[in-house]
């Protein structure tokens, strides 16, 4: 029997190799126990807000490198220099960001609930309206200079829906847009079947309320309309006259309805927000300073000639003996490149006196910078780091204001343009005291009501009926810095500012010529490979059908549908 | 699917059964010994002989003496050597038997070992398989043994490593059979199975490379590593073999003389000889040297004008530096930053063999520095016995157990700034004193590094973390592995197989705080581990019928499993509490806790294989193998989990089946066969595709966090997924002339992979911007030629000389409908892709940052196809320069593919008397490499590359700037003004398109551009053109050159050794060709990834000299 322990030795292996063989072995194997098969809905719209506002590239190439020197809110560290505007490099994220990372993640919240009990389910009615309005912001932003985009087909990829969604027109898409927004603010008005689970903490703009965004979606509502009225005049005037007749207290009355996302400091720490190189541009500087507007040192930061500089240039050597620091500290640099390049100008502005302090290279600036916590609350001022809020508006109440003394002065409704245009000016400087204040802005002064008197009383600013749009669309203009691709598309919209406005905006030349500034995305060339080339390339085709919209699908300086001279 | 669970039983209840049939005879026994000697009377150790019919057999010793037990007097004993006919002899009445054996000219009895372990006789083979023996492995004192394999096996392409000596190499068989993020092939250790990971920097910055297994195997153990190159070759792996199986044999005990006591040590030296091509003539700034108010000349400080290299001239006299030291005006030498790398490893192996069993026991002790000198270092401890045994008549054990300790610190960081080759040439002056820098970088006042004025040239903070930050890591391996074979009958026999691994990593960083007082730093420590495990069972066959068929036929299955763990990691915040004390509790703030998953996956399989040969000339094998994979299956209980991978071959030996050829034809074998491997996927993503994850926490405004969850991906699952499937025929023939002093061995081949799975693009409106996909094909064809002669062979004196060749083309011939392209690798950030495209070759590079090329509509304009210069974004000055291919509206430029067009080496070896030779030449010829060094490093003037056009005498144009002054170093660039281009011309706007810059020069529309600007917007950041900065990369190297010495016997009697044995290597000794351009190191990439094709910093050139010693007692 010397065998036997050799065939129980046998036996173990056999077992060892058929033990759990089943196929659920393996299936059990390959589960990672990671992953989440269902999340609160809630969690989605928190995901795309952030996805929204949290867009470091967008804040580098679009609103830093792109449209704010575009705009002249900002001219490069030496002033603006050769044919700046053709450069487009890297313009425009915001298309990817809507079909990944906001419209797919609000969809996804109507999806989720779906997927609920029947009778969970009418308690997210609110919650899927709200993401609606936000849905629909980010697609007219989108369309906004893109034309027309993938939308009543778009998001269904991973529900089984399609994987090459046909093209919306821009028109079709905006009235879509406006039914879509006009139907969530009518259900968010009427009394819930079932008591409603608020977005709560997840909503950084109004903590789920839904009265707030009841405001919000009657706000985006008219400025849809507005960005229509030359294209399509007739419905437009139609839309604003209905959100101008709803209740006063459907519409936004205060700043403290303003769509504003606010963030803790670090959502803008990544080093793509530094705004270290963005200079305060000369032409708006000369204006805020003549007209000693309350919002300067909210924009800008004084140059470095402190009395203290000038005490340290002056032992240098650098300076006459006795010399004090000048009066006028807010110096803007030059946005056209023919003229920044000019020696003298090279000289006078671009030329900084370098001196070494205990130590330390110290730059003696001539110029300004932008007010480096307008945009990113935690940058460092003398070694310490920011710890105020980020507000980042959608539709602010000024805004809201503006676009109502626009319809005022066009005559769409007969609502008093100056009552309008003076609470559009004064709640921008009280709205900018009030995130001055709280993203700690360096070198500020908090606004008095006597700036707000005097500022409103000087002529540049004070209503003058027979230039309203002018004024209005100027000041709305200020009012956008913080704001930029809406100050670019009040600019594209009015026409104003130009180089004779209230704020005027100069001409930009290189080499003698005039520079053609962007007035919508360059759009990628269709490729055959691309899966949805079948739908991309007609709906192309027709838009390089319309008037104006450039020689060519890269043609940023074309217009789009709205987009009307 | 229950089918092959049922079959694997019944397979293992017939094993039963054939066991328990099995009854040993006991016989009359008698000893016998003698000496087995070849035809000039040597005595030949280590022949191994059997009783023919039995497991009785065992080894001769030193002195070619051999002792055996036979059951009777007609019992037969075989005796066989490598290099030998084998030889049988009849014991008869004698006891003491003198065995004389023939060389084997005809190689006919060559062995390879193939599939599980086994060994093969070669002449069976119907495919092509090359062994390296591990004497050529430890020769080349390398840390890693896939670097030993460069240029030495047909087929097979090597990519060192760059970033020290853990770091890990690229080893591609045979191209790229599949578009994944890893096509290396898998090792087999002692039936271990090892499958060697990706490692490195990627293009969005820097990297430390600690590489991946294969730094843990020591090459002192290894026997021999036979590359199995084709499918039919490494079927019988299925899923893990789709891109080769290389199967290493460790070390037996073998009979020894003496003690049995092996000792090795060997000293080599790195030695960096080569640097970039820099210019030594002109120093920082853009100008004349500023004279302060003393008087003293001052190098340029305004606008950070230092970072350029267009001051002065050297004249070695002194200059105030920027810090206000006085230095001597001269180029630095930045070669003289790096060290002497060492490698010294001691090895000691004490082995020995009887009959019945045999033993090793071997320590190995590694310390292997680089030439960087920031405490990179590989320390290695590696202990490993091995022991045969025969247990009763039937069974043979045979256990092997290993165990590295490995300690690592600071892999050379590759991919970015704190890379030193690319740190002493991006934006720093030729003139910057590194050596006063990488002394003085530390602030002995404040503490910390210097900081600000102090700092002048910002290079502290490389210094600091060159020098201060330490990235340490431990990886402890132990694997360990039972066969045990048993000889049921004469012709049936059986393995049983069971191993483990089980690998445990750790690490830690850390780093002083560069702040004042040493504040800020950190500390970090992070935990994985990793067990695998496989158990195998095989019953084997053999039998002869009749005089003509040579029959083997195999069956068994296996499971293999690797239970992945986690990686807990665990960081300070907010810096160190109390300066340099490095430890998880001091910590500023609440610790950063990281968690990770390594998958786990199970396949089990079934297989059977044998091959049958007639007449000893016509072999035909075959196998088939049947998977069922782990990943295959999903959730909800579906999947094809179940596929199987078949494959034949043919082998026919023409010289033994043909008469009346002639006698200068020794051998002619021809070979075909056609086999299938493949793969299954990654672990979990069937079920993780499509579904949400935990996203950590969202903080609010008011400083509270919330969780806040999310999709986990971007892409469409994919419910059918299958396995992926190669398939490839190969065809080949071994030929040898002259008693085989010159032999030819070809082989074409083609292999086409279809049903790949990748994650493919689909247009991203649909909300998703991926689906999983299962298709595809990809095709690798390709030749391989191996010429072995021996042109000398007289005396003392032998020469065997070696060529390799090897050409294979990559392509893709189709991914799924509706797209074309994959990304597999970038380069400058995503500027360069390197891609997979229908039609096109593996790793075709593209890029819209290319150089514009001028079109205009009419097709004679001579402005066509000429590079386009206009308002290029960002240039330096504003000067126009050369559009990129993107910016000016022409899409992605193609440059061409990373793969190279073709390998070959040549391996010499050169015998005399007790003197030994080896010479190794090995080359890449075509294929394209990008570098970042060269991109940005050019863009400041430090290459030799920026000489021209800086002053009259260098070809620079004179003319007056914008600002009134006159220069002389004007540059015309090559190329046509882009359409749009306008000057005004006094009211008129003129456009320049199409216009060459000279002749807009020439009519006074334009200046030439300062030679600083020029070269600046050529190649920096924000307006390079990335193409100037991708070339090809063909190189020769004189790759190895050995002597070696054995002390004869004579001397050794005196000195009481058995043996002695001195060599003298050395390694990467110089290129003899090279087309990297301006001195970029063409071993530099810095990731071992497939697609890889970046350099971004890598390493001087750097070659190895060393000694080594070996003594047996």
């Known amino acids: ?565 | 699917m229950r089918l092959g669970f049922t079959l694997l039983s019944r397979v293992l209840i017939v094993f039963l059964l054939v066991l328990s049939g099995t009854v040993g005879i006991a016989q009359d026994r008698k000893a016998v010994s003698g000496t087995v000697s070849d035809r000039a009377g040597n005595p030949l150790p280590g022949v191994s002989f059997l009783v023919k019919g039995t497991n009785t057999g065992g080894a001769t010793d030193a002195t070619g003496k051999f002792r055996v037990t036979v059951p009777s007097n007609s019992s037969i004993l075989v005796f066989s050597s490598i290099g030998y006919l084998s030889k049988e002899v009849s014991v008869g009445t004698a006891s003491i038997l003198s065995v004389s054996l023939e060389e084997d000219t005809k190689t006919l009895n060559e062995v390879v070992v193939t599939g599980f372990g086994m060994t093969q006789e070669t002449r069976k083979l119907s495919y092509s398989a090359t062994t390296v023996e591990g004497t050529d492995i430890t020769r080349t004192n390398n840390a890693n043994l896939v670097n030993a394999l460069q240029g030495k096996v047909a087929g097979v392409m090597i990519n060192q490593g760059t970033g020290g000596p853990m770091s890990s190499s690229r080893i591609r068989i045979r191209g790229n059979a599949s578009l994944s993020g890893n096509t290396q092939p898998l090792f087999v250790i002692d039936g271990v199975l090892i499958r060697p990971g990706t490692s490195g920097a990627n293009s969005w910055g820097a990297g430390q490379d600690f590489g991946n297994i294969m730094k843990n195997i020591n090459p002192d153990n290894i026997e021999s590593m036979t590359v199995l190159k084709g499918s039919a070759a490494s079927a019988l792996y299925g899923s893990e073999a789709l891109n080769g199986v290389v199967v290493v044999q460790t070390k037996k005990g073998r009979v020894t003389k003496g003690l049995g006591v092996n000792y090795n040590v060997t000293s080599s030296f790195e030695n960096a000889y080569r640097f970039l091509d820099l210019q030594n003539q002109y120093g920082a700034g853009l100008g004349e040297f500023p004279v302060g108010s003393d008087g003293v000349r001052e190098v340029e400080r305004a606008n950070n004008n230092w970072v350029y290299n267009y001051g002065p001239k050297f004249d070695g006299q002194p200059v105030r530096d920027l810090d206000g030291r006085m230095i001597p005006w001269q180029a630095n030498d930045p070669l003289k930053f790096f060290q002497t790398g060492k490698f010294v490893n001691h090895n000691v192996a004490i082995e020995g063999s009887n009959d019945r069993g045999s033993f090793r026991a071997s320590y190995s002790g590694l310390t292997n520095t680089t030439i960087m000198p920031a405490g990179t270092e590989m320390k290695r401890n590696n202990f490993n016995i091995r022991g045969t045994q025969k247990i009763g008549s039937i069974f043979n054990l045979d256990v092997s157990a290993d165990y590295t300790d490995n300690d690592m610190v600071n892999p050379i960081r590759q991919g970015g700034n704190f890379n030193p080759v690319f740190r002493f040439v991006f934006s720093r002056p030729r003139s910057l004193d590194i050596d006063y820098w990488a002394k003085n970088y530390e602030d002995p006042i404040a503490g910390g590094r210097r900081q600000g004025a102090n700092d002048p040239y910002f290079i502290s903070q490389f210094m600091w973390d060159t020098f201060e930050d330490r990235q340490l890591r431990n990886e402890k391996v132990f694997r360990t592995n039972v066969d045990l074979n048993g000889k049921l009958t004469p012709w049936l026999s059986f393995l049983l197989r069971g191993n483990i691994q089980t690998q445990l990593n750790t690490g830690s960083g850390r780093q002083p705080g560069p702040d004042p007082g040493f504040s800020g730093g950190y500390y970090s420590e992070f935990t994985e581990n990793e067990n695998q495990s496989r158990v195998q069972g095989i019953l084997m066959a053999n039998h002869k019928f009749g005089d003509n068929f040579d029959v083997s036929f195999n069956v068994g299955g296996e499971s293999n499993r690797i239970n992945g763990g986690r990686r807990f990691s665990a960081s300070t915040n907010g810096g160190l509490r109390v300066p340099r004390v490095y430890s998880l509790a001091n910590s500023q703030n609440t610790l950063n806790f990281g968690n990770g998953l390594a998958s786990s996956r199970r396949i089990d399989a079934l297989y059977a294989y044998g091959d049958v040969t007639y007449k000893d000339a016509l072999t035909f094998n075959f196998s088939v193998r049947n998977d069922w994979s782990s990943t295959l299956t999903y959730a909800d209980g579906s999947g094809d989990y179940s596929y199987s991978y078949p494959a034949a071959g043919l082998a026919w030996i023409f010289t033994e089946s043909l008469n009346n050829l002639p006698t200068w034809l020794s051998f002619g074998k021809l070979r075909a066969s056609y086999g299938f491997t493949g793969g299954d996927t990654d672990a979990y993503s069937t079920n993780r595709t499509g579904n949400y994850r935990p996203n950590g926490v969202y903080t609010l405004p008011d400083g509270n966090q919330i969780n806040i969850s999310g999709f986990s991906d971007n892409t469409l699952p994919n419910y059918n997924l299958k396995n992926r499937l190669a398939r490839e025929w190969e065809l080949g023939a071994d030929i040898r002339f002259f008693s085989g002093r010159l032999g030819f061995d070809f082989t074409v081949y083609n292999k086409l992979t279809r049903n790949e799975i990748l994650r493919l693009p689909i247009a991203s409106e649909s909300g998703l911007n991926s689906q999983l996909v299962n298709a595809g094909e990809i095709q690798n064809k390709g030749i391989e030629l191996m010429i072995n002669a021996t042109p000398i062979k007289r005396g003392k004196f032998e020469w065997n000389t070696s060529l390799n060749y090897t050409r294979n083309r990559n392509k893709i011939l189709d991914l799924v409908e509706g797209t074309d392209t994959y990304q597999l690798a970038l380069g400058f950030g995503a500027d360069v892709q390197s891609i997979a495209k229908v039609g096109e070759q593996y790793g075709t590079l593209v890029t819209p940052y290319g150089y514009a090329a001028y079109k205009s509509t009419d097709p004679t304009n001579p402005a066509n196809g000429q590079r386009v210069i206009g308002a290029a974004s960002g240039t330096t000055g504003g000067y126009p320069s050369y559009l990129r291919s993107g910016a000016y509206g022409q899409g992605s430029k193609v440059l061409g593919t990373m793969m190279e067009n073709f390998l070959a080496s040549n391996l010499n070896n050169v015998r005399y008397g007790n003197f030994t030779a080896t010479l190794q030449l090995d080359g890449k010829f075509g294929g394209l490499m990008g570098s970042g060094t060269h991109q940005y490093g050019s863009a400041n003037g430090s290459f030799a590359n920026s000489l021209f056009g800086r002053d009259a005498e260098t070809g620079g144009v004179r003319f007056t700037d914008a600002q009134g002054k006159i220069r002389n170093d004007g540059i015309i660039p090559e190329g046509v003004l882009a359409d749009g281009y306008q000057v005004k011309v006094g009211d008129n706007l003129i456009d320049l398109g199409g216009m060459p810059y000279s002749e807009a020069v020439e009519k006074g529309y334009l200046t030439p551009i300062p030679a600083f600007a020029y070269y600046d917007n050529l190649s920096k950041w924000g307006s390079g053109i990335r193409e100037y900065s991708v070339f090809e990369n063909s190189w020769v190297s004189l790759r190895e050159v050995s002597v070696g010495y054995n002390v004869p016997a004579s001397v050794l009697e005196k000195i009481k050794v058995q043996s002695l044995r001195v060599s003298v290597v050395g390694r990467n000794l110089i290129y003899l060709y090279r087309t990297a351009k301006d001195g970029i190191n063409p071993e530099g990439l810095y990731s071992n990834r497939p697609g890889e094709f970046m350099e971004y910093g890598g390493l001087p050139f750097s070659r190895n000299l060393g000694v080594s010693i070996n003594v047996g007692l």
């Open chain 1, 1 to 565: 029997m010397k065998f036997t322990k050799y065939k129980y030795l046998l036996l173990g292996m056999v077992g060892l190799l058929t033990v759990s063989c089943e196929k659920q072995a393996f299936v059990d194997v390959n589960i990672d126990p990671d992953v989440l098969t269902e999340v609160p809905p809630q969690n989605q719209f928190l995901n795309a807000t952030s996805a929204i506002h949290g867009q470091d590239f967008e804040a580098f190439y679009d609103i830093y490198r792109r449209i704010m020197p575009w705009m002249q809110y900002t001219t490069d560290l030496n002033g603006n220099q050769g044919a700046f505007t053709q450069n487009i490099d890297n313009f425009s994220s915001r298309y990817g960001r809507l079909y990944n990372g906001i419209g797919d993640r609000l969809y996804d919240i109507q999806k989720l609930v779906e997927d609920l009990p029947a009778e969970e389910q009418p308690r997210y009615t609110n919650m899927i309206r709200i993401a609606r309005i936000l849905k629909a912001y980010y697609a007219f932003y989108v369309s906004d200079i893109f034309g027309a985009i993938p939308y009543s087909d778009a998001f269904q990829g991973r529900y089984g829906g399609t994987l090459t969604p046909k093209y919306d027109t821009q028109q079709e898409l905006f009235t879509r847009l406006d039914s879509e927004i006009k139907e969530a603010v009518a259900t968010l008005k009427a009394s819930p079947t079932a008591p409603q689970i608020s977005l709560g903490q997840y909503d950084q703009y109004y903590g789920g309320n839904a009265q707030s965004w009841v405001k919000a979606g009657n706000a985006l509502r008219l400025k849809i309309a507005m960005r229509q009225l030359k294209v399509n005049k007739g419905p437009a005037e139609t839309i604003i006259k209905e959100v101008l007749a709803m209740p006063a207290a459907d519409l936004m009355a205060s700043n403290e309805d303003g769509w504003i996302f606010t963030a803790f400091t670090g959502f803008t720490q990544g080093g793509n927000w530094d705004p270290t190189s963005l200079r305060a541009p000369k032409p708006i500087v000369d204006f805020m300073w003549k007209t000693k507007d309350p919002r300067i040192d909210a924009f800008f930061t004084p140059n470095l000639f402190t009395q203290q500089n000038v005490d340290r240039l002056i032992e240098a050597g650098r300076l006459p003996a006795g010399t004090t620091a000048p009066e006028r500290r807010y110096v803007g640099s030059i946005p056209n490149p023919d003229e920044a390049q000019r020696p003298e100008n090279v000289r006078r502005f671009y030329t900084p006196a370098r001196l070494v302090v205990a130590g330390q290279n110290v730059l003696v600036d001539t110029l300004s910078f932008i007010q480096p916590r307008l945009f990113r609350p935690s940058q460092a001022a003398n070694g310490t780091a920011g710890n105020g809020r980020n507000f980042i508006p959608v539709i602010t109440y000024s805004d809201f204001a503006f676009m109502r003394a626009e319809a005022a002065a066009l005559g769409i409704t007969t609502e008093s343009a100056k009552a309008w245009y003076d609470m559009g000016v004064v709640n921008s400087i009280r709205w900018y005291d009030a995130i001055a204040r709280g993203s700690n802005f360096t070198n500020y002064t908090p606004v008095t009501q006597a700036e707000i008197d005097a500022y409103m009383a000087t002529p540049e600013v004070a209503f003058d009926a027979s230039k309203a749009i002018d004024k209005i669309a100027s000041q709305a203009y200020l009012h956008f810095i913080k704001q930029p691709t809406e100050g670019w598309a009040n600019w594209k919209r009015t026409g104003f500012p130009n180089a004779n406005s209230v704020v005027p905006m100069p001409t930009l030349t290189n080499n003698g010529a005039a520079l053609n500034i962007a007035r919508r995305a360059p759009i990628g060339l269709p490729n055959p490979n691309n899966p949805n080339y079948l739908n991309q390339k007609p709906a192309y085709d027709a838009m390089l059908a319309l008037p104006g919209f450039g020689k060519d699908l890269q043609d940023a300086t074309g217009r789009v549908w709205w987009d009307r001279p």
